[in-house]
């Protein structure tokens, strides 16, 4: 089952925290690789905090374990960072700005591809 | 020998708390006292062991800096960007040194509040000082914002949660936060405002409809519901100070400059019934400063291009991601910013295909791709200068470590005179030089 979301991406203090630790580091790399869904999604989905999912956009995919977040159902967040960024347009509609927030997604079980 | 440095300017976010207590010994950071999380993340990681790089192999200093020279000398279009984690000293020397090769400069803002400057550009913004906040501000409104886990302090310093001479701590003040994630600065506030993804310019308009006595179409907006709009409308008129503080939320969901335009628009509605101003939530340190060092220096705040040996100002064309997007620059010079690891991957991977020079005190992801990396000492612990908070207030940095590299600026200055050596510089017929009286 994949089901259609809102990614939204931002910071979050471990992420922040993780920026001095060091990309490589392991709580940066484990707080950017996550990604926060609605307990109802994960429930459709079949998958528990924890499991890993396939997240794709029309810019990239990539994989991302999941956390429960208070995020409504038809919205997905992913701390800032390297990964998320795959995920990301480089478009910017003459702003300067690319759509970190706000871009359509589509997330399914890592194990059904 | 142990020493405590008393009242530092962290230099993480753009809180710029300036109160911090360093502990050093034998030149090294043990404890930070009165910070945050992020704070003392920062400090306690301040000495990284980096070692100048070509090519990824180790060099000495002097030798990274000429084939930096090298680079940034030959570029038909370099662009300079960063500058949001270094001091306003080395803004201007980037500056200078983007005048004098002819390159596009661009700074973090335009990957964060780049869209609201914009939007100042369209609207107008009535501002103040954190202190007023704290001191006055009895309305306080945080959207698309989460200053709980970017600004940790904000709150317990400068508002929220801060005893001021006129308003006393939270009981006295009312707090409105609108996002589309229930984030944890939403769950302390008087009235949350959930808002549809993307929703953020429909409210905004349906507020400064109903604060203006007209009505609105329907049975709400933006995924609130009209009994929301109204009560949001009536607690945002009965302040008697109110703050509008804002955050990527606006800038980086669909509409960018437009959702912070109508923002700047209902705060300038607001003022008609009390007093209101707007800050923007400025991430990184220094960001604020990179902006006035530009505006000050070149006339705009950032996406500045010098080819012509003057400064053209065009966000969408002289931006960073989008240079880098189109491959309109065959080499770039990053100072004091991670572009690998905050661009979408499509931009960040150009700067490991043309010759990217990183200056930055941390082997960051974007110093792994370049060709030649200059480790620095950082503004604010290896080097002194000046840094603006979010709302515009300048700050004396310390120095605080003795490292083994020169500062931000000192770099940039060595490599404009290298390249001024190596190559004819355009910077004679440079207009802006002349304009401010320098030019020779
Ligand atoms: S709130 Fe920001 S400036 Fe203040 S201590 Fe924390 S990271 Fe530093």
């Not at chain 2, 034998?26 to 009165?34: E, L, P």
């Not at chain 2, 001191?135 to 317990?156: I, K, M, Q, Y």
Request: glycine residues 10%; contains cysteine; proline residues 4%.
């Amino acid at each position: 089952m994949k089901i259609e979301v809102v990614l939204i991406t931002g910071r979050t203090i471990k992420q922040g925290m993780g920026i001095y630790t060091g990309k490589d580091s392991v709580l940066y790399r484990q707080e950017t690789e996550t990604i926060e869904l609605n307990a109802a999604v994960l429930e459709g989905l079949g998958v528990e905090e924890g499991d890993r999912v396939l997240v794709k956009t029309a810019f990239g995919q990539g994989v991302f374990t999941c956390r429960k977040g208070e995020v409504p159902e038809n919205v997905a967040f992913i701390p800032y960072g390297l990964a998320g960024n795959s995920l990301i347009g480089a478009g910017t509609s003459g702003s300067g700005m690319p759509s970190y927030k706000g871009i359509t997604a589509v997330v399914g079980r890592y194990e059904d591809g | 020998m142990a020493k405590v440095v008393k009242n530092v300017v962290c230099t993480f976010c753009g809180s710029l708390c300036d109160d911090l207590e360093i502990h050093i010994e034998n030149d090294n950071i043990t404890a930070v006292k009165k910070g945050c999380a992020l704070s003392r993340t920062k400090y306690l990681n301040a000495r990284e062991e980096v070692v100048p790089l070509v090519e990824g192999k180790e060099a000495s200093f002097s030798a990274a800096l000429e084939a930096a020279v090298e680079i940034l000398a030959h570029a038909r279009h370099l662009l300079v960007y960063g500058l949001s984690s270094t001091c306003s000293e080395a803004q201007a020397a980037a500056v200078a040194l983007a005048e004098t090769l002819g390159a596009s400069i661009d700074s973090t803002s335009s990957v964060c509040h780049g869209p609201g400057t914009l939007a100042k550009q369209l609207v107008g913004i009535p501002t103040c000082t954190l202190g007023e906040v704290k001191n006055r501000a009895d309305v306080l409104v945080f959207w698309g914002c989460n200053p709980v886990e970017a600004h940790p302090r904000h709150f317990a310093r400068y508002s929220v949660l801060a005893k001021g001479l006129k308003v006393g701590g939270r009981r006295e003040r009312k707090v409105v936060v609108a996002d589309v994630r229930k984030t944890a600065t939403a769950r302390g506030a008087d009235l949350f405002l959930q808002l549809e993804p993307n929703g953020d310019f429909e409210v905004l308009t349906a507020l400064r409809a109903l604060i203006n006595g007209k009505d609105i179409v329907g049975e709400g907006a933006g995924g609130l519901t009209r009994a929301q709009l109204e009560e949001c409308s009536r607690l945002l008129k009965e302040a008697s100070y109110g703050v509008f503080f804002f955050g990527m939320g606006l800038t980086m969901s669909r509409g960018t400059h437009y959702n912070v335009s109508q923002a700047l628009a209902l705060v300038r509605d607001l003022n008609k019934y009390t007093r209101y101003s707007v800050i923007p939530m400025r991430g990184h340190g220094n960001v604020a400063g990179s902006e006035n060092v530009l505006a000050w220096q070149t006339g705009y705040p950032f996406a500045v291009n010098f080819s012509r040996g003057y400064p053209r100002y065009n966000p969408g064309e002289f931006t960073a991601v989008d240079l880098l997007r189109r491959g309109d620059v065959d080499a770039a010079l990053v100072v004091a910013a991670d572009p690998a690891a905050t661009f979408p991957g499509r931009a960040a991977a150009v700067l490991g295909e043309i010759p990217t020079v990183v200056i930055d005190p941390h082997y960051s992801a974007t110093a792994k791709l370049a060709r030649v990396y200059l480790p620095s000492a950082a503004a604010g612990i290896g080097a002194a200068g000046t840094v603006y908070r979010m709302d515009m207030v300048p700050l004396p940095v310390k120095k605080l470590l003795n490292l083994p590299y020169p500062s931000d600026k000192e770099i940039l200055d060595m490599l404009r005179e290298g390249v001024k050596k190596c190559s004819g510089s355009r910077e004679a017929g440079s207009t802006t030089r002349k304009m401010a009286g320098t030019g020779k």
